[in-house]
């Protein structure tokens, strides 16, 4: 009946707060730490795997930003032509393989 650790959601949050959210690469980490359970340092390997760079580098926003843009996985100052919203957490389910509710949601509606 219940919905898991209610505190679950802000450790991995918390963790990845400072590794600047969606300007590096802590959206994902996030990610991976919420829907497999990953550990922090597990889940910054996963993340610099699937993006073709070194953990190092996932805090890096200059790097990040043309990462970000590479993959379509979006970016915080958007620019016409450019992946956002659905279209980015689309990529980024992609990307690492995991299901994002909202773009299974949309692709259901769009069948």
Not at 16 to 21: R, W
Not at 58 to 80: A, N
């Amino acid at each position: 009946m219940g919905t898991g650790d209610p505190a679950g959601v802000a450790i991995p949050l918390a963790m990845t707060s400072g590794m600047g959210g969606i300007r590096t690469a802590g959206d994902l980490v996030a990610r991976m730490q919420m829907t497999r359970g990953m550990k922090i340092v597990e889940a910054k390997q996963y993340v610099a795997d699937k993006l073709g760079i070194s953990v190092p580098e996932l805090i890096d926003e200059v790097l990040m930003r043309e990462v970000r843009e590479d993959h379509k996985i979006g970016f915080i100052t958007s620019r016409g032509g450019h992946a956002k919203g659905i279209e980015a957490k689309h990529h980024i389910a992609e990307l690492l393989d995991i299901p994002i509710n909202s773009v299974d949601l949309f692709k259901q509606r769009c069948r």
